[in-house]
């Protein structure tokens, strides 16, 4: 099923139609709102009457997380706050987060665009959809959430955590689709076969995972350990949530970014010049229907690449591939988007801790295991060991509270973390994904 025939199937001339009359409409719009654009524009010497075809994108400023963060928290946004709804903001940041404001109509969007992707992913009305992404600050549960009520199926707002009651829902509720992390559901499936609860037995068709990077390899897992179909579902806070892209079930190669809603470009990282489609970059996109957080050329930072090809379940919107990786040092663990300088901003705040540190994630029982590896000075490494132990607790702790995630913290001698010749080592991720 499609969940809005003609514009998931439009022929592309008329979406580029749309594109090109929605750009006009929000590079106006943050021309006249936006100082920062505004700027941005007027330095880059080009003007909103400049926009005549959508190959004029191309005059316009890039913008980043690092504007985001410049203008936290509502400097970016492009009505005034009594037009705000609602305000989301990019997990695990310390300090200063990104906000995101939506308005009434940017919700309903938003929601139309998730009942889009559930479709996509297979859920239908009338199937009860187990929502085990994160409620909160996160996009993840609410996302799908208000889609899946949009789509007019059941949700069951069951979130992250609190695993063996996850199990006993899933049996005793029968639900047909399960909505979160790969990682996280992996681990669910784990949890519920210890409690002699077996996928077998349970009503789930479809499974529609994303925030996080997985592989083909996971997938087949999960399709294996969950007795489903699994899909992936892209999207980030920044330019709305989840569902900017998704995968359809028909076809599970490449996810339908939708086009009248985001235009999606592939840059080198490097000289920021697009890239011919198949070639892998990074994604950057404009918004063309966000009122309250409109965003022109955003760097999302993800590597992937554009497959323009007709896909067999007649959407005509442009695939990407699968993300495979970053243009930055992002990690995401457990769902949480973490920066090693962040880690290093907690590090920093305490005494005695040498600037050299590094990150171990491993991934054990499907699930992210992160380990701080923390140099000490010679005068503290000296100290007692209880003295030591009350450190580590205390880093972890600070950990905790910022990211919302634990961390086995170690204090190693000096001089243990390897030194290198040029950029330091900050992670080793072993995860295998
Ligand atoms: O992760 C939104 C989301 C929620 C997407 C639920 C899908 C499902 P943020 O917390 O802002 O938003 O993180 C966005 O997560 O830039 C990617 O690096 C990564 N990411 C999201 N989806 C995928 C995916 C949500 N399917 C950042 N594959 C993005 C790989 C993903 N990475």
Same mark, same amino acid.
């Given at each position: 099923?499609?969940?809005? #025939?003609?514009?998931?199937?439009?022929?592309?001339?008329?979406?580029?139609?749309?594109?090109?009359?929605?750009?006009?409409?929000?590079?106006?719009?943050? +021309?006249?709102?936006?100082?920062?654009?505004?700027?941005?524009?007027?330095?880059?010497?080009?003007?909103?009457?400049?926009?005549?075809?959508?190959?004029?994108?191309?005059?316009?400023?890039?913008? $980043?997380? #690092?504007? @985001?963060?410049?203008?936290?928290?509502y400097g970016m946004f492009a009505v005034p706050m009594d037009l705000v709804v609602r305000i989301h903001a990019s997990?695990?940041?310390?300090?200063?987060?990104?906000?995101?404001?939506? $308005?009434?109509?940017?919700?309903?969007?938003?929601?139309?665009?998730?009942?889009?992707?559930?479709?996509?992913?297979?859920?239908?009305?009338?199937?009860?959809?187990?929502?085990?992404?994160?409620?909160?600050?996160?996009?993840?549960?609410?996302?799908?959430?208000?889609?899946?009520?949009?789509? &007019?199926?059941?949700?069951?707002?069951?979130? &992250?955590?609190?695993?063996?009651?996850?199990?006993?829902?899933?049996?005793?509720?029968?639900? $047909?689709?399960?909505?979160?992390?790969?990682?996280?559901?992996?681990?669910?499936?784990?949890?519920?076969?210890?409690?002699?609860?077996s996928f077998k037995d349970l009503k789930f068709r479809y499974g529609i995972f994303g925030a996080e990077p997985w592989?083909?390899?996971?997938?087949?897992?999960?399709?294996?350990?969950?007795?489903?179909?699994?899909?992936?579902? +892209?999207?980030?806070?920044?330019?709305?949530?989840?569902?900017?892209?998704?995968?359809?079930?028909?076809?599970?190669? &490449? @996810?339908?970014?939708?086009?009248?809603?985001?235009?999606?470009?592939?840059?080198?990282?490097?000289?920021?010049?697009?890239?011919? +489609?198949?070639?892998?970059?990074?994604?950057?996109?404009?918004?063309?229907?966000?009122?309250?957080?409109?965003?022109?050329?955003?760097?999302?930072?993800?590597?992937?690449?554009?497959?323009?090809?007709?896909?067999?379940?007649?959407?005509?919107?442009?695939?990407?591939?699968?993300?495979?990786?970053?243009?930055?040092?992002?990690?995401?663990?457990? &769902?949480?988007?973490?920066?090693?300088?962040?880690?290093?901003?907690?590090?920093?705040?305490?005494?005695?801790?040498?600037?050299?540190?590094?990150l171990v994630v491993d991934r054990k029982d499907s699930l992210d295991v992160l380990t701080v590896l923390v140099e000490?000075?010679?005068?503290?490494?000296?100290?007692?060991?209880?003295?030591?132990?009350?450190?580590?607790?205390?880093?972890?702790?600070?950990?905790?509270?910022?990211?919302?995630?634990?961390?086995?913290?170690?204090?190693?001698?000096?001089?243990?973390?390897?030194?290198?010749?040029?950029?330091?080592?900050?992670?080793?991720?072993?995860?295998?994904?």
């Open positions: 099923m499609i969940f809005n #025939m003609e514009y998931e199937t439009m022929p592309r001339e008329a979406l580029e139609a749309i594109q090109l009359r929605r750009l006009q409409t929000t590079v106006e719009r943050v +021309y006249a709102n936006v100082p920062f654009f505004r700027e941005k524009f007027q330095q880059a010497k080009v003007s909103p009457a400049d926009i005549r075809s959508l190959d004029d994108l191309r005059r316009l400023p890039f913008c $980043t997380k #690092m504007d @985001l963060r410049d203008n936290y928290p997990s695990g940041t310390t300090g200063k987060p990104t906000a995101v404001g939506h $308005t009434a109509r940017d919700i309903q969007t938003w929601a139309h665009l998730m009942a889009r992707s559930l479709v996509a992913g297979g859920a239908n009305r009338g199937d009860i959809i187990h929502n085990a992404f994160g409620y909160g600050l996160f996009t993840g549960g609410l996302g799908v959430h208000y889609g899946a009520e949009a789509l &007019g199926a059941s949700v069951i707002p069951v979130s &992250g955590g609190n695993t063996k009651r996850q199990a006993i829902i899933m049996k005793d509720f029968g639900p $047909t689709i399960i909505t979160g992390t790969p990682s996280y559901c992996l681990h669910l499936a784990e949890v519920a076969e210890e409690l002699g609860v592989s083909e390899t996971m997938r087949a897992e999960i399709e294996r350990k969950l007795n489903l179909i699994a899909v992936d579902i +892209y999207g980030l806070s920044e330019v709305m949530g989840p569902g900017v892209a998704v995968e359809c079930h028909e076809a599970k190669k &490449g @996810l339908h970014i939708w086009e009248d809603n985001f235009i999606a470009e592939i840059v080198d990282p490097v000289t920021l010049e697009p890239v011919p +489609y198949g070639t892998t970059g990074e994604l950057v996109f404009t918004t063309l229907t966000r009122e309250a957080f409109p965003l022109v050329r955003y760097r999302t930072r993800d590597i992937t690449a554009l497959n323009p090809e007709p896909c067999i379940c007649g959407r005509t919107h442009i695939r990407m591939n699968r993300i495979t990786g970053r243009s930055d040092d992002m990690l995401i663990i457990r &769902g949480v988007n973490i920066f090693p300088s962040q880690i290093e901003s907690v590090l920093l705040d305490i005494e005695g801790i040498a600037p050299h540190y590094q000490v000075n010679e005068k503290l490494f000296s100290d007692e060991v209880k003295g030591l132990q009350a450190m580590e607790k205390r880093i972890s702790k600070n950990i905790k509270d910022l990211f919302g995630i634990s961390a086995a913290v170690k204090l190693v001698e000096p001089k243990q973390i390897a030194r290198s010749e040029g950029k330091a080592i900050r992670v080793v991720d072993n995860r295998k994904i």
